[in-house]
């Protein structure tokens, strides 16, 4: 859910779908988000992925509620607890990994910083950040910026289709090596300041 825009019409939406887990005791919360995961494990998610959105509205939930702390149920198979909040550490890897490394569905905190990402993918995510981070830089340029290229709106069409192209390699090439090192995976599908929508992205 975006954030620092509390009285946005989707944050309102958000709330509204987080209804129904507000409703649970802490126990119910606890076996919804653990078998959820054991159904996420094994493969990579789409941020985008409706089952995801809806993990994502528990697992805050859970978060605000210490669930985890209070071992109701064991963490699923496979799960490490993260360092960061002690739930079962559930990596999202986002398009700022190469400075940001892997962060906590959770607590949405940084839990893997990017030097220790697994020795394996550490200097290839490294460079599709690098690579990935003057393309997004494009929609935040100000106007001396803007004003050095003959059209701003081409140039922000052919940062949005780069974008796109990156994502799809994130999805393709990069994803596969991290889950040899954990249960599941989800991966960022969209750039809004680019106006990227996930549905723009062909892995």
């Known amino acids: 859910m975006p954030e620092g825009r509390e009285d946005a019409p989707l944050d309102r939406l958000w709330k509204e779908y987080g209804r129904s887990f507000r409703e649970f005791d802490d126990l119910t919360l606890a076996r919804w988000c653990s078998q959820t995961l054991g159904q996420l494990r094994g493969r990579p998610w789409r941020l985008s992925h409706p089952l995801v959105g809806a993990f994502r509205l528990a697992a805050?939930?859970?978060?605000d509620r210490q669930v985890?702390?209070?071992?109701?149920?064991?963490i699923p198979p496979g799960y490490q607890a993260s360092s960061c909040c002690r739930a079962p550490f559930l990596p999202l890897l986002t398009r700022d990994v190469g400075t940001s490394g892997l962060v906590c569905l959770h607590c949405n905190e940084i839990a893997v910083p990017p030097d220790q990402l697994p020795p394996e993918s550490h200097k290839?995510?490294?460079d599709w950040g690098t690579r990935y981070a003057p393309?997004?830089?494009v929609a935040?340029?100000?106007d001396t910026q803007r004003k050095k290229v003959p059209d701003y709106?081409?140039?922000?069409?052919?940062a949005a289709q780069k974008a796109e192209d990156l994502l799809a390699e994130l999805a393709t090439q990069?994803?596969?090596?991290?889950?040899e090192s954990f249960p599941a995976l989800v991966w960022e599908d969209q750039d809004e300041c680019l106006e990227v929508r996930?549905?723009?992205?062909?892995p």
């Open 124 to 126: 290839t995510l490294s």
């Open 198 to 202: 996930p549905e723009d992205i062909h």
């Open 140 to 142: 935040h340029w100000d």
């Open 135 to 137: 393309v997004h830089e």
């Open 153 to 158: 709106d081409a140039a922000f069409e052919e």
């Open 174 to 179: 990069h994803v596969a090596h991290l889950l």
């Open 68 to 74: 985890w702390q209070q071992r109701l149920v064991d």
């Open 60 to 63: 805050q939930q859970a978060h």
